[in-house]
């Protein structure tokens, strides 16, 4: 090659490192040849998706020579229905991977920072660095607390400056799974200053038993930026869907950065369905409580320590480097999340799956530290 291409590229998308997805069961079943196989890597509904949303999918088959609707006006109005905010205050993506990504291209620049956690979704920091802006990274709160590596929002008040035009909370918080005080989180949003946002993460909501409606806060607070998905809860990983909710004229600024046709036709009609479907959604709670428990006290009796978490997955302490246990789960035909690139070379992140994959999991385990 007569160019060297990676030189190049922005400054910032040189220093970039590839986001880590949990491994493919197909590519664990080529590489190793094992089958069998439960992935419990991705924080993916174990339950499928909501039969309703599958019908939707069938039932859009026929029409996909054509482009989808750029505005999504039936989803739109049916979460606009459902968070009780207008039509307007709401932002499709191509999961909310493709809102959050919208949203540092349409305010950071080099010149600009965004304040996270450290132990925050890797989505972040890839965001921020590909547009050349600077990251600024608040220590979590340390392990012997009450929300073990979880966000500390005063030291990520900190680093606000007059330069931050973002701040990315994540609540639930993955990977760490921890869920801060509603109180808190309050006053830290109010004290944000006007000219900066404040990306509300909700991915996790559904789990959580957090009891205040986040979305009567965008009426005090016109920098607040929630995020959602139809990825975990939703069981719609695979159709690529979410959403944000912010005042209009955020709105309307992602809407200019944003592809026409981000979001397919399918993905519209699948999370319409879904969000109709409680059913489901009371189901996968459901599953996902039950999970926690059997999980939870399964690991602990392994003499693992875990950390509370109000998400569909718990971090868990290997108590020396991960990776050897984790190659040791794929031997036995078990997916699950290394976390060393977020920093945590000693941790697992395991999703909650249904009782057989759980007991799967704690089997291969045991016969692992045996
Ligand atoms: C999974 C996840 C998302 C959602 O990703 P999608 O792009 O909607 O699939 C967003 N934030 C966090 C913290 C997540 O863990």
């Known amino acids: 090659m007569a160019c060297d291409f990676l030189q ?17 069961i197909a590519e664990l079943e080529r590489e190793y040849g094992v089958s069998n196989i439960i992935k419990l890597a991705s924080n993916e509904n174990p339950l499928g998706s909501s039969p309703a949303a599958l019908k939707a999918i069938v039932g859009g088959l026929g029409e996909l020579n054509l482009y989808p609707d750029a505005n999504g006006f039936d989803l739109k109005l049916a979460l606009s229905q ?11 993506g191509n999961g909310s991977n493709d809102v959050l990504v919208l949203l540092a291209e349409a305010w950071l620049s080099p010149v600009h920072n965004a304040v996270f956690s450290e132990y925050c979704f890797a989505v972040y920091p890839i965001a921020t660095q590909a547009v050349g802006a600077e990251a600024r990274i608040a220590p979590a709160l340390p392990a012997a607390s009450e929300m073990p590596l979880g966000h500390d929002l005063q030291a990520m008040a900190e ?6 035009r973002i701040v990315f909370v994540a609540n639930p918080n993955n990977p760490t799974g921890t869920c801060l005080d509603m109180l808190e989180l ?9 000219n900066c946002l404040i990306v509300l993460d909700e991915a996790y909501l559904e789990y959580s038993e957090a009891e205040t409606d986040t979305t009567r806060w965008l009426e005090k607070y016109s920098n607040l930026v929630i995020t959602r998905t139809f990825s975990k809860a939703f069981g719609l990983a695979g159709m690529r869907v979410g959403y944000a909710l912010s005042n209009p004229q955020i709105a309307a600024v992602l809407n200019r950065v944003r592809q026409p046709f981000n979001v397919n036709s399918l993905a519209l009609l699948a999370a319409e369905a879904a969000l109709g479907d409680t059913e489901f959604l009371a189901e996968t709670k459901a599953v996902n409580r039950v999970g926690m428990q059997q999980l939870q006290s399964g690991l602990q009796a392994l003499g693992l320590q875990t950390i509370p978490s109000a998400g569909n ?14 190659e040791a789960l794929l031997r036995r035909s078990v997916i699950v999340r290394p976390v060393g690139n977020y920093g945590l ?15 799967q999991l704690l089997n291969a385990l045991q016969a692992i530290y045996a």
Do not use: W
């Not at 992140?349 to 007991?359: F, H, L, P, Y």
């Open 186 to 194: 309050e006053s830290f949003i109010g004290n944000i200053p006007e």
């Open 313 to 326: 997955f718990i971090l868990t302490d290997m108590g020396a480097a991960a990776m050897p246990v984790y």
């Open 82 to 92: 459902c968070h009780g905010v207008q039509a307007e205050c709401i932002t499709l």
């Open 159 to 164: 680093l606000i400056d007059s330069n931050t």
């Open 345 to 359: 070379p000693n941790h697992l992140r395991i999703t909650i799956g249904m009782q057989a994959q759980n007991d």
């Open 8 to 24: 190049l590229a922005t400054p910032g998308v040189q220093g970039l490192h590839p986001y880590l997805p949990g491994k493919p």
